[in-house]
């Protein structure tokens, strides 16, 4: 149905506010996992952390936003020995890979890669080139690309815009107000400060334009992305966390099996604080990983409405760079959600695992 202009930003107005705030938790998706004080997950003796592991590592090899990252995941993956490979990836390799791409060449280079990817050569031209010159020329035009390459190429496409005017004869009220929705109401914390500066006081209708030219796609790769790092890094950290901490329960409970009299009382109970320590790392852990999976999932709805609104408004040039972009976002942000389900369930398991060695040391 090819709706008045008007009526399909209002009805996707409505779609951005409900799927703001606490990230579309009013709606329970099918798939979504819930806690382990709600509902039963697989058994312990059904859980295989390995699977597991190889599956969040593959996860890792395809998406994660750094080129250091990937390339590690991968080579643990295509190794002789992958579970071996992929245990000493999650235990040692991923924490220097994380560090080596917090240095200055590897995120120059995963922040041209990002605007490449946001910044289409039909849209900005200017800055698609000089991302695409800075990847292939070497850490030398990667520094110059972020310090003033970036800024400057911005400022060429812009200039072209404005001189052709159209995209900016293009704006109505509605395309603002749509706008100030996001800057109001968008899941994403990026996209909010975009939107909202593309309405600060003192904008024209250049700011307006460029941000629907290709600011907000680079915002919502922004956010993305930060949620991404954000999980990994802490999952990383969680698990090095629980192995000691399972380790430390599997010692103890061999300890009680092999005491006897009130020796053995003692070391029971002993084991079961064990137990209930990995359990709260590991509940802890799940804790997060359901809220990333109900981000992405309304990150996912919101950008699947905003992908039909844009795919209809054929009369407005600014909506084109957002219809080309749109529906590459909500895939993006459904596999994160897939991704954060599987790392959900994951920790649900160990929680269970945790679970059933704390009840079998009780008394």
Known sequence: MNLPRRTRWAVTLAAVTATSGVLASEVTPAWAVTSPAHASYASAASFDPAAADRLYVNYLALYDPRSLVRTAAWSALIATNVNAAVAR???SELAYAVNRSDELNARNADFARRILATHTAEFAPEVHAAAKFA??????????????????????????????????????????????????????AQVRAAAGYALRAEATDADVVEFFAYDWAAAASADMQAQQVQCANSDMVWLAAVK???????????????????????????????WHAMGEQASSAQTTWEAAEKVAAGQAANWQQIARAAADATDNPNWQPIADTAPTTAQQWTTWRNNAASRTAYWAGLYELALQGERKMQP
């Open 89 to 91: 990836f999650l235990n």
């Open 135 to 188: 990847l292939n020329s070497g850490p030398t035009a990667l520094d110059a690309f972020a310090r003033t390459g970036y800024a400057a190429a911005m400022q060429r496409d812009r200039a072209a815009r404005e001189a052709a005017g159209a995209q900016a004869a293009a704006l109505v009220q509605a395309d603002r107000d749509f706008v100030a929705a996001l800057r109001d109401t968008d899941p994403g």
């Open 244 to 274: 000691r901490l399972q380790a430390e329960a599997e010692a103890a409970e061999k300890a009680a099996l092999a005491a006897v009299g009130e020796a053995q009382i003692q070391a029971r109970a002993a084991a079961a604080r064990a």
